[in-house]
Structures are given as C-alpha cells and as structure tokens.
C-alpha cells in the first residue's frame, strides 16, 4: 500500500481479528484496524479529493515532499498519510503467536545480542524507550545502511523516511492500541507484544 495512490483502500488483514489473543483482543483489533486505521485512509482520501495532481502520487512520495502539498492541505494530507504508513508498517509486523517467527535468528539475532548483551536486553531497551513516549507516538527498531541497530521514538504520527534506516519493528504506543484491553498499564502491553511481533516481516 505504501507505493500505491489514491484512493487508498484499508489492507485485508492477513489474520483473522482474535488471531492476536490474549495478547492483543479482538475487541482492541476490530477498533484499531476499522475505525482508527481506516480513519487515517478516510481522511487521507478526502484531503487529497480535490488534488488530481496528489492522487497520481505514492503515498511515500507524499510523505517525502510536504513543500509539494499545497498549503491549505499539507497538514492533514502529512498526519493522515504518517497515520496510513505507522498503521501499516505496525499491522504488517504481527502475526498470531501460534505461527510466523516470533524470536530473531542468524545475523538479526547476532547483532542484536552484540547491540544489547541478548534478546531479553533488547527488549528491555525497547520497552524502555516506548515508555518515554510522552502522549502518542511509536517507538520503532531501525537497522541502518552501517548494520547498527537504533531504536527511535516518533510523536503523534511522524513518520522517518531517511533512506539509509530501514524499519524492522514497529509497534504503536498511542493509547487506543493498548486502553481497551490494558487501560493504563503501557507496560503490560509492550510486554505481551513480543509474542506477536513477528521477525520474519520484511518492511
Ligand atoms: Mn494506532
């Protein structure tokens, strides 16, 4: 979806909405994949209905030329179009505990372990890093074009397009992605996250 054009459809789901349980609830998916997901895709599509120009372009190549967007447009195109892409790119990484590869192996664990000591440190400075998120945002693991591994918090709906990272795991830490299911408790939810994010995934 990401280097497809308007209009911009919500993706099948690759799994069915209870797939993710107990980790991730139906309810919370059914919420988080139809209303909030397809909200950015709705939103996104009416902001750019009236630029035929727009609609010829990727939604990468929006999000990589805000000063191409006409003004009156650019923010709601930029945090619609940052909403499809995060969603996206978090949706893609999971995968049910009961199939897909839920622990790195070879090269990625390798250099994980060299990064943080182990698997179980890497996912302590993740989840560290994801509890500093000060209102809504993501906190993304990043490889980079040198093979070091960095892991980056993005407010609200920021997206990093820098072409020498590449995104590995993503996971959304706005408040309507865990409060259904965890309330406040942001921990409990990074902490069971790990049983469906999915290190197979190529971004
Ligand atoms: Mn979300």
């Given at each position: 979806m990401i280097h497809e054009n308007y209009p911009y459809k919500l993706p099948e789901l690759l799994f069915p909405y209870n797939a993710l349980e107990p980790y991730i609830t139906e309810e919370t998916m059914h919420?988080?994949?139809?209303k909030h997901f397809k909200g950015y895709i709705d939103k996104l599509n009416a902001a750019?209905?009236?630029y035929p120009a727009l609609q010829r372009r990727s939604l990468i190549w929006l999000l990589k030329n805000p000063n191409a967007i006409p003004r009156e447009v650019r923010d709601s195109v930029m945090k619609n179009a940052g909403g499809v892409y995060n969603h996206y790119m978090y949706f893609h990484g999971l995968s049910p505990a009961g199939s897909g590869a839920h622990?790195?192996?070879g090269e990625y664990l390798k250099l994980i372990e060299k990064t943080?000591?182990?698997f179980d440190?890497?996912?302590?400075?993740f989840n560290a890093k994801a509890m500093e998120v000060f209102g809504s945002g993501w906190t993304v693991l990043k490889k980079t074009?040198?093979?070091?591994?960095?892991?980056i918090n993005l407010p609200?709906?920021?997206?990093d397009?820098?072409?020498n990272t590449k995104p590995l795991v993503y996971v959304d830490v706005w408040e309507h992605a865990y409060y259904l299911q965890y309330k406040n408790l942001r921990q409990d939810y990074l902490n069971n996250i790990w049983n469906v994010i999915d290190f197979s995934k190529k971004q």
């Open positions: 919420y988080h994949y139809d750019l209905a009236p622990l790195p192996t943080w000591g182990s440190g890497f996912k302590t400075a074009s040198r093979g070091k591994l960095e892991i609200n709906q920021r997206v397009l820098r072409s």
